[in-house]
Structures are given as structure tokens and as C-alpha cells.
């Protein structure tokens, strides 16, 4: 206890005391502002005006020079990696054309991307490569890392042996023998060039060491020639000095193999190129959600139904779960995979709804007066009542479960609480039926669509 305070002890015992209060409200911005369907994310996107195109991107000629710079580079065992706002992906898959080789493209933004992809999509597109034979000592092991890829398999060995046939097939051909009583294939030295397009190189899915290494290996050859993006701001700390330094293997006249400075260690001679584009990042951000603000997360709602967990905890309101984070598209492909009564109960639950929400909103919007004063909009004043409707939390309007099992009943569709518990599993599988326990222990569930959405699954 401290019998005399001064002015630090009163300081932090004041701070300590008012830290253990909540400074959280339920007021927040994601509660007011519904998120955008892919429809509406469109036609926004198509609206907004255009920025101000860059060089790169409005003057031929500027382009012209960059890719001329990028192959000399790329000839003095250089790769190339561009950074800047903007997607580059249209910029590089131009390069990717006009060269004279082989281009393989890679989409490493992609969520579900693994490196295995960068071998099988040289594989696909390098012709030859597939019937590509080693000598008959590597030739087994070649065999078996091709057979132990098409499995799915992604040991380290399998995929060293598959680096090295690629590199290999890269630095020889097949030609026929000059013998002419022989039908026999021999190898002879015939470089070719490989162009190998890495969009986002900083993605997650190559950030690893192991991936990095495997890369590196790709990198350092001096008939693979590498264009890769970055658009994370800290993406140049993925590598070394030494990775940054280090120059690719140089061939050495007169024997078949290739030495490189500091053998034994990784590198990827990186050149920095400033692509600034400007232009939107919409195919690099496909996979997400074109909702601008994610206000529904079913898997982290703080009180309710998860994915088919059944009867959560707490009294809660259910948070940002209702404002309608599924698309009427999503809807439409559950719908269309359930049963007639799963559609007959949905159907059901959204017009009671929507009824719901219309009350509110006419309620909301001071539809009705009292006395000779009236209680409506004055003359002249906008009609809102429609983005009222549209911001209404569908969570505030649920309906029980005594309700809906009742209706059930009375409609033939489920006669047992078991069997309305199985249609609504269906929905609860999918996020297109959430959940909560009132206050008062009772069970209650709302389809988290904004109105205009619901109108549209139900019409």
C-alpha cells in the first residue's frame, strides 16, 4: 500500500484502474455501411474515374525501351525484378510475348499456388521437355521424381531431380547420331532460352527457405531468364546481400557442365525496374471477396452459429453478422442443391424478413404522425426508405426457432425437431442461415442478406 502518493504512482495507478474498463462500442463503421455484391462492385469499378495513366502503360515507344533494357540485361545474367504501384501483370505478359524463346508464365498470387506449379507449367509448356531422356544412370531417378510429382508427392529429392532434368533439357538436345548404321540419339550441346514470368514472387507461398532455394536453383542458370513482380512493401527483405549479388553460372568452354561463382550457395542477381502502372490490381485480387467492407465472418462470430456447430454461447446481438456478407449468387448455387422443403422453409423465412425489415424501415423513416401535425416527410423531401432498408442489420430481425418449428408443422415440411434441424444444417453449412441464444435462452435465426439482395434469391 502506498501511504504517500506522488505524482507517477498517481499516474499509474489512475491508468491501470480506467484500462481495466471497456473502451469499446458497439458503434462501429462496418455496422453502417453494407458491403458490395460482385454486381455492384462492377458497376462501381466501371464508374470510377480513370487515373492518370502511366508512361509505361500510354506510350508504346517507352515500353518499347524497357523490354530491349530487360533483354540486355537478362543476356548479361541479370534477372529482372519490377516493384511499383500498380498491377504489372498486363506489362510483363506483353514482355512474355514478344520474346524469342520460350515463355513460361507463372501466377504466384494466387491462394491455392505452390512451387510445384512453376516445374509442371515448364513442364507443360517447354515442348520436348516431357519425352526429355538422361543418360540411363539418371535416367531412373528422372523417372521416378515424374512419378512421384504426378502423385502429388513434393520431397526434396523428387524435386532437386526434376530441376535438374529441366536444366539440363535447357542446355541439350536430342540429335540424330552421324552413324548411319546406328538409330541411337546422342546429346549435343544446344542452348535454349527459358523466360520465366513470376507474377507477385512475394507472395506467401514462395516466401519459405526451402521455395526460395528451389528458385535460386532455377535462377542461377544461365538459360533461364527470370521476370518476376513484388508488390509488398517490405518484399526486398525476403533475400540476402548475397542473394542480391550474386551472378548466375557462367559456362565453361570445352566441358559439359556449368560452374558458378560460389557454388554451393543461393542467389538470383537481382536488377531493380521501376513499373509503376497505376492500373488496378482486379485479377492479382480475384479470389477475395469483392465486398469493399467484410462485415460477415461466420467462422469468429463472437455469439452464435459457427459452420453447423449448433447453439452458441452468450446473449450477444450477434455483432457484424448481419449485414448481409453472402451474394445472392452464392445463395442461388445453395438453393439450387437442397431439397423442396429446404426451399419451401427459406423461402418462408425470407419473406417473413423482408416484412420485418420494411415495418422497420417505414418506422424508422417517421411514417407515422400523431395529432394534425402529422409525422411524415416534409414536401419536397428525398424518399430514403430504400437505403434504409438497405442498411437494416438483418440479425435484428430474426425469428425464433419455436416460430419457424411451428410453421414447419403446420406446412408439412418438417414434422420432428430432427428433421428441421436437418434442413437448417444445410443452410448453417453454407453461412446462408445464422444464429444466435437471446438473453432469454431462446433460439434465434436470420439469413444475413441485405433486403434488395434477399428480393432477388427469393423472386
Known amino acids: 500500500r502506498i501511504i504517500v502518493q506522488s505524482s507517477f504512482d498517481a499516474y499509474f495507478i489512475h491508468s491501470s484502474t480506467s484500462s481495466s474498463k471497456s473502451q469499446t462500442s458497439n458503434s462501429v463503421f462496418t455496422n453502417l455501411i453494407p458491403p458490395l455484391s460482385q454486381e455492384e462492385y462492377d458497376e462501381a469499378a466501371k464508374s470510377f ?97 515424374s512419378a512421384s510429382y504426378a502423385s502429388g508427392s513434393t520431397s526434396t529429392s523428387s524435386i532437386d531431380a526434376q530441376i535438374y532434368r529441366i536444366k539440363s533439357f535447357l542446355r541439350y538436345t536430342f540429335s540424330s547420331s552421324s552413324s548411319s548404321s546406328s538409330s541411337s540419339k546422342s546429346l549435343k550441346p544446344k542452348p535454349r532460352s527459358l523466360y520465366l514470368i513470376i507474377h507477385n514472387i512475394d507472395s506467401p507461398q514462395l516466401r519459405s527457405q526451402k521455395t526460395q532455394s528451389y528458385l535460386s536453383s532455377l535462377a542461377l542458370d544461365p538459360h533461364i531468364h527470370i521476370v518476376a513482380s513484388i508488390d509488398h512493401v517490405n518484399a526486398p527483405l525476403i533475400w540476402s546481400v548475397d542473394d542480391y549479388v550474386g551472378r548466375k553460372e557462367v559456362e565453361v568452354e570445352g566441358e559439359e557442365r556449368t560452374v558458378a561463382e560460389g557454388e554451393g550457395g543461393k542467389a538470383f542477381a537481382w536488377l531493380f525496374h521501376d513499373c509503376t502502372t497505376l492500373l488496378p490490381y482486379d485479377i492479382e485480387l480475384s479470389h477475395i471477396s469483392p465486398s469493399s467492407i467484410k462485415l460477415l465472418s461466420t467462422q469468429s462470430l463472437s455469439s452464435g452459429f459457427g459452420h453447423g456447430t449448433g447453439m452458441g454461447g452468450g446473449g450477444g446481438t450477434g455483432g457484424a453478422g448481419g449485414a448481409g456478407g453472402i451474394s445472392e449468387t452464392a445463395a442461388l448455387h445453395v438453393l439450387a442443391s437442397v431439397t423442396q422443403k429446404a426451399k419451401k ?99 434465434l435465426l436470420w439469413i444475413p442478406m441485405r433486403k434488395e439482395r434477399l428480393e432477388k434469391v427469393v423472386r
Request: net charge neutral; glycine share 14%; aromatic share 8%.
Open 345 to 443: 422453409l427459406f423461402l418462408w423465412m425470407a419473406k417473413r424478413q423482408m416484412g420485418s425489415m420494411n415495418a422497420s424501415g417505414r418506422a424508422s423513416n417517421g411514417g407515422g404522425g400523431g395529432g394534425g401535425g402529422g409525422g411524415g416527410k416534409p414536401e419536397g423531401s428525398t424518399n430514403t426508405n430504400a437505403n434504409t432498408n438497405a442498411n437494416v442489420d438483418p440479425s435484428a430481425h430474426p425469428v425464433t426457432y419455436s416460430l419457424l418449428s411451428e410453421r414447419a408443422r403446420d406446412e408439412f415440411i418438417a414434422t420432428s425437431g430432427t428433421a428441421l434441424r436437418a434442413l437448417l444444417g444445410e443452410f448453417r453449412d453454407h453461412g446462408l442461415v445464422l444464429g444466435r441464444v437471446s438473453a432469454g435462452g431462446e433460439e
Open 49 to 145: 474515374p480513370a487515373s492518370i495513366p502511366s508512361e509505361i502503360v500510354s506510350s508504346e515507344s517507352t515500353r518499347t525501351k524497357l523490354f530491349d533494357r530487360f533483354l540486355c540485361e537478362l543476356n548479361e545474367g541479370w534477372n529482372v525484378l519490377c516493384y511499383g504501384f500498380g498491377s504489372k501483370r498486363t506489362l510483363l505478359n506483353e514482355f512474355a510475348r514478344g520474346r524469342k524463346g520460350h515463355a513460361v508464365v507463372i501466377n504466384a498470387f494466387r491462394p491455392d499456388f505452390v512451387f510445384k506449379d512453376v516445374l509442371y507449367a515448364i513442364e507443360q509448356n517447354l515442348p520436348g521437355l516431357a519425352e526429355f531422356q538422361l543418360s540411363s544412370s539418371s535416367s531412373s531417378s528422372t523417372s521416378t521424381s
